[in-house]
C-alpha cells in the first residue's frame, strides 16, 4: 500500500502562540529564492486576516532576478523600535539559524516559531513544525490558511504557486502517489494562477551575458568518477565578461543532469579568494543525498538539491568533494 502524505496535526501550542499574538516579524533566509519571500509574503497576509501587525523582514541580498521585484516589501534589518512592540518572530523556508544572516542576533529573547520542510538543519527556536516531505514551504502555508479558516485571494494563490513551481523545477520533481500535490496546485490554478505566465517568469528575463555565463560553465565543466559526477566552477574574472549575479540554477542544473550517466552535479563559485558557494544537486536515482553532503560542508538543504559557503578555494573544496561524493557513489 503507497504511503500518501498528510500533514502532522499542527501542535496545539503554535496554534495558541499564533492566536494570542498581536504583533509578528516574518523572517525568511539570506540570499531568498521564490519559495522563501512567498512564505514570507502569504505568512504575513494570513496574519495579517486574522487581525495582526505584520513586518516581513529578510536580510537579501535580492540577486535572483526572479524575486527582485518583491524586495520592496521586506525590511533588512530588525530595528530595537521593532523589538519592542516583543512581536513573535515567524521564520519560513530555514531551519538553521546561521541562514537568517544578520537577523539571528537581532530577534535574541523574542518568541520564535520555525515552519519549514528542510530535513537537515541544526533545530533552533520555540516551536518547529517542519514537514520534510513538504514540496515548498508555501505547501505548508497553504495548509496554515485551511487550519485557520482564512480564504486564500487570487493574489496570495499566486505567491503560493510560485513556492511550488521554483521549488518542484516546476513540477518535474515530484514522485509517484504524490497526487495531493497536484490537486493543492489545481485548486491555486483554479483561483487564477496562470502556470504558463509563471513558467515565464521563472526561467524567462534574464539577458544575453547570463546565458552565455551558463554556457561558460558547460564548457568548463569536467566529468569525474566515471561520467557519474560533474563539477561546473566558476571564477570572480567571469564576472568581467559575463553577468554572473544571478545563480546559474536550474538551467545550469537540468542540462547537466540531462547528461547520461550523471548522477551529481555540483556548482563551485569562487566569491572571494578563500571563499567559495557551492550548488548541489543529485538524479532521482542516485544513491547520494547531498543535503546530508551539504551539511558536511557547514549548509545545508534536501536530498536531491542543496547548497553551502565555505572559507576555502575552488580547487581545495573540488578536491574535497571528489573525495565524499566517491564515498557516496555505492
Ligand atoms: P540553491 O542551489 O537553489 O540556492 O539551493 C538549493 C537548496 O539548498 C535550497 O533548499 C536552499 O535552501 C539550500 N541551501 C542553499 N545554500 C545553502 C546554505 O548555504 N546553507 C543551507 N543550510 N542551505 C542552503
Ligand atoms: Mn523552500
Same mark, same amino acid.
Given at each position: 500500500?503507497?504511503?500518501?502524505f498528510s500533514f502532522p496535526p499542527l501542535p496545539?501550542?503554535i496554534r495558541?502562540?499564533?492566536?494570542?499574538?498581536?504583533?509578528?516579524?516574518?523572517?525568511?533566509?539570506?540570499?531568498?529564492?521564490?519559495?522563501?519571500?512567498?512564505s514570507?509574503?502569504a505568512m504575513?497576509?494570513l496574519?495579517?486576516?486574522?487581525?495582526?501587525?505584520?513586518?516581513?523582514?529578510?536580510?537579501?541580498?535580492?540577486?535572483?532576478?526572479?524575486?527582485?521585484?518583491?524586495?520592496?516589501?521586506?525590511?533588512?534589518?530588525?530595528?530595537?523600535?521593532?523589538?519592542?512592540?516583543?512581536?513573535?518572530? +515567524?521564520?519560513v523556508?530555514?531551519?538553521?539559524?546561521?541562514?537568517?544572516?544578520?537577523?539571528?542576533?537581532?530577534?535574541?529573547?523574542?518568541?520564535?516559531?520555525?515552519f519549514d520542510h528542510?530535513?537537515?538543519?541544526?533545530?533552533?527556536?520555540?516551536?518547529?513544525y517542519i514537514t520534510?516531505r513538504a514540496i515548498s514551504t508555501t505547501f505548508i502555508i497553504m495548509h496554515l490558511y485551511r487550519e485557520f479558516g482564512i480564504?486564500i485571494?487570487? $493574489?496570495i494563490?499566486?505567491?503560493l504557486?510560485?513556492g511550488f513551481?521554483?521549488?518542484?523545477?516546476?513540477?518535474?520533481?515530484?514522485?509517484?502517489?504524490?497526487?495531493d500535490i497536484?490537486r493543492h496546485a489545481?485548486e491555486l490554478?483554479?483561483?487564477?494562477?496562470?502556470?504558463?505566465?509563471?513558467?515565464?517568469?521563472?526561467?524567462?528575463?534574464?539577458?544575453?551575458?547570463?546565458?552565455?555565463?551558463?554556457?561558460?560553465?558547460?564548457?568548463?565543466? $569536467?566529468?569525474?568518477?566515471?561520467?557519474?559526477?560533474?563539477?561546473?566552477?566558476?571564477?570572480?574574472?567571469?564576472?568581467?565578461?559575463?553577468?554572473?549575479?544571478?545563480?546559474?540554477?536550474?538551467?545550469?542544473?537540468?542540462?547537466?543532469?540531462?547528461?547520461?550517466?550523471?548522477?551529481?552535479?555540483?556548482?563551485?563559485?569562487?566569491? $572571494?579568494?578563500?571563499?567559495?558557494?557551492?550548488?548541489?544537486?543529485?538524479?532521482?536515482?542516485?544513491?547520494?543525498?547531498?543535503?546530508?553532503?551539504?551539511?558536511?560542508?557547514?549548509?545545508?538543504?534536501?536530498?536531491?538539491?542543496?547548497?553551502?559557503?565555505?572559507? $576555502?578555494?575552488?580547487?581545495?573544496?573540488?578536491?574535497?568533494?571528489?573525495?565524499?561524493?566517491?564515498?557516496?557513489? +555505492?
Amino acid at each position: 500500500m503507497p504511503e500518501f502524505f498528510s500533514f502532522p496535526p499542527l501542535p496545539e501550542d503554535i496554534r495558541l502562540v499564533i492566536e494570542d499574538g498581536s504583533s509578528f516579524l516574518i523572517i525568511g533566509h539570506i540570499n531568498p529564492d521564490g519559495d522563501c519571500l512567498s512564505s514570507q509574503i502569504a505568512m504575513g497576509a494570513l496574519l495579517e486576516a486574522l487581525g495582526k501587525q505584520v513586518t516581513l523582514v529578510n536580510a537579501g541580498p535580492f540577486e535572483r532576478s526572479e524575486i527582485t521585484h518583491l524586495s520592496g516589501l521586506f525590511q533588512t534589518g530588525v530595528t530595537e523600535e521593532m523589538k519592542a512592540e516583543n512581536p513573535v518572530v +515567524v521564520v519560513v523556508d530555514c531551519s538553521s539559524i546561521e541562514r537568517i544572516g544578520s537577523l539571528a542576533e537581532e530577534i535574541e529573547g523574542l518568541t520564535t516559531v520555525i515552519f519549514d520542510h528542510h530535513a537537515s538543519g541544526e533545530y533552533f527556536g520555540d516551536y518547529r513544525y517542519i514537514t520534510p516531505r513538504a514540496i515548498s514551504t508555501t505547501f505548508i502555508i497553504m495548509h496554515l490558511y485551511r487550519e485557520f479558516g482564512i480564504e486564500i485571494t487570487p $493574489e496570495i494563490a499566486d505567491h503560493l504557486f510560485f513556492g511550488f513551481a521554483t521549488d518542484s523545477g516546476f513540477f518535474r520533481f515530484i514522485g509517484p502517489y504524490r497526487g495531493d500535490i497536484l490537486r493543492h496546485a489545481a485548486e491555486l490554478v483554479d483561483l487564477g494562477v496562470s502556470p504558463n505566465e509563471m513558467a515565464d517568469r521563472i526561467s524567462g528575463g534574464k539577458n544575453l551575458d547570463y546565458v552565455k555565463y551558463v554556457g561558460k560553465l558547460i564548457d568548463r565543466s $569536467e566529468v569525474l568518477l566515471d561520467g557519474r559526477l560533474i563539477i561546473a566552477s566558476s571564477y570572480i574574472r567571469d564576472s568581467r565578461t559575463f553577468d554572473t549575479t544571478d545563480r546559474p540554477g536550474d538551467m545550469l542544473y537540468s542540462m547537466l543532469l540531462a547528461i547520461r550517466g550523471v548522477e551529481v552535479v555540483l556548482y563551485l563559485k569562487e566569491l $572571494e579568494t578563500q571563499v567559495t558557494e557551492i550548488g548541489l544537486r543529485s538524479s532521482h536515482q542516485s544513491p547520494v543525498d547531498v543535503g546530508e553532503l551539504a551539511k558536511r560542508l557547514g549548509g545545508g538543504g534536501h536530498r536531491r538539491a542543496a547548497g553551502a559557503t565555505v572559507n $576555502e578555494s575552488v580547487e581545495a573544496v573540488r578536491d574535497r568533494l571528489i573525495l565524499l561524493v566517491k564515498e557516496l557513489l +555505492v
